[in-house]
């Protein structure tokens, strides 16, 4: 059967957090009454004339910058022709061949070019409860229209579901820490279209692509990826072709359903927008966007994580891609460090576990586990003051109610049972009267019979005596009977 590799590339909007619209002084806003932020510029009045809003440029440096691409000393602003109700103009002022920056590359994923552009207006369907004369009425809210946007596009580097989730986490987290833009998928401020084909495992040829719409969560993009890539190979082993197409994938019903074929691809029409004047990236206009770029940005986060913590690579990336979980565990460490030091990669092993328990959305610094308490909590785990399922479950208790670590072991009597414990060694004496045959094969050499006996002494312990101290114990206690 033949292996399939999958081959992914993202393109990206962002809606900047810029006062202003990109060619206008209308007011940005979420959520406020329809059409009270219009002017005659984003209204696309004749005669109007756009000025370019200079903080979305700067932003767009930031971003171009932060993804390591070459920004243009000189780039154009095009319109994209096209009629939608949407789009008053008839076009949308955006770039084409000289965007502002181009190259680049985050994590394994290179950037094919960054570009500035303006939002349409937002479009409401109100269905059969808006009807008039016997039709589905739709409205234009045009406070949307003239929103600086950002598009991003990948080169097709990502080749899994995850991988595609996992980049765009990191792209995301990115543009959050350098303040750029709200980049809530809900809210449509960060909207991702994913681009998928699939080849032949080894293949250095593209297969023929489809682009995915609107993802509009990092869930949905994940599955409708998979989805996608299961329709494409599905079509391949039946002898079909896959077909060059803009899709939807409905996350309700997980189906894919076409919106347009290469053949009803629009062409724009894109001439040189007359109105505005090539965009030439000054020294000083550079100099304040790497100005205001924060020192660290995830990616270089994961890679010192890696580097001068020890962590593995996935958890340097698990950490560090979602920055409230990186800070955490930083104030964790830092704590851990100043009672005397704590494992860097024990201390990780709990975050996975904490955000388990609390919820994968929530922000752990919003919990009832201080970092203090994590720390001890590792720290004790590190140094066998409790075992592993003993520290679980004290873990749970800080979740619900908070607390000191250490008072709740004391409290609970949750601490580990150790080898000179006479209670552990009475029940190592128990374990094995209970299974002799298990103990007369361990006695023989067979140390996979040892398995019954740990079991045993766990249950009784309800886990606070740590497996290897158990295995040790009964080992000496049948070779001393024998
Ligand atoms: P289009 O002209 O259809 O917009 P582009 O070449 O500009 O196509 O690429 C758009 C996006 O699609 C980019 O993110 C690119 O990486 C991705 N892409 C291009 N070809 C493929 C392919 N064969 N499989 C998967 N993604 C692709
Ligand atoms: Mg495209
Ligand atoms: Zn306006």
Redesign the pocket.
Known sequence: MTEYEP?????IHVQLKTRTKMFCGCELSFGDSPNIHTCPVCLGLPGALPVVNERAIRFGMMIGLALGCEIAERSLFHRKNYFYPDLPKGYQISQYDVPLCRGGRLGDVRI?RVHLEEDAAKLNHLGASGRIHGSDRSWVDFNRGGTPLVEI????DIHSPEQAREWLSLLRTTLKQIGVSDVNMEEGSLRCDA???VRPAGSAV????T?LKNMNSFRFLERGVRAEIQRQIGLIEAGEAVVQETLHYDPVSGGITPLRSKEEAHDYRYFPEPDLVPLVATDAMLAAAREALPAELPAERAARFERELGLSAGRARDLAFRADLADYFERALAAGAADGGVDPVELSNWIPQLVERIGSDRDPAESNVAPESLAALATMVKAREVSRDAAREVLSRLVADGGDPRAIVAREGLGALSAEDDGLGELVDRAIASDPAAAEQVRAGNLKAIGPLVGYVMRETKGRADGATITRLIRERVRQAG
């Open positions: 081959v992914i590339g993202l393109e094919h596009v990948t080169e097709p681009n998928v084909s593209l297969g023929t692509k682009e």
